[in-house]
């Protein structure tokens, strides 16, 4: 798996014992023990699936971006790491490790990498650190994520 003319990097991963990875060409194929067995064939998909995100991951890389939502919600990049200001009263400084590129401007922040666990994971750090609430839509959120808004007080006392 490891090539050198990759853009983005390399990646190693360890398959289970029942799985076999053969390269034919600029095919790779993936196969298992007992193709009956329920256990083997889901580890033949999973497999199948890690393989291809490896893959694509040293090709093109993957991204994820969030949004702040909320007055005086910002975010800047602080040397490496990311200075996030989202109402606490200190900023939280969030550390980015290596192999990951991030870029954070006012109310947006990317990720990118080639490792789709790993950019995924962060992004779910950094969302956690203020997630979204259902009353006014603050906190921090993926981009394109729809927020489920519930009804306040005053719509409950109308009798």
Request: glycine share 10%; charged share 25%.
């Amino acid at each position: 798996m490891a090539n050198s003319c990759v853009p983005f990097g390399n990646q190693k991963n360890t398959f289970h014992p029942h799985v076999t990875i053969a390269k034919d060409g600029a095919i790779l194929t993936v196969a298992v023990a007992d193709e009956n067995e329920k256990g083997d064939r889901s580890l033949w998909g999973l497999s199948a699936t890690l393989l291809n995100n490896m893959m694509i991951g040293v090709t093109k890389g993957y991204e994820k971006k969030l949004e702040l939502v909320g007055v005086g919600y910002r975010a800047a990049m602080q040397g490496k790491d990311i200075k996030i200001e989202v109402g606490y009263s200190h900023p939280v400084i969030f550390q980015i490790p290596a192999g990951i590129t991030a870029t954070a401007e006012k109310t947006a922040i990317s990720i990118s990498g080639f490792d789709k666990q790993l950019v995924g994971e962060l992004a779910a750090q950094i969302r956690r650190i203020r997630p979204p609430e259902p009353y006014k839509g603050k906190g921090i959120k993926y981009e394109g994520e729809q927020i489920r808004r519930k009804a306040g007080k005053a719509a409950k006392s109308a009798k």
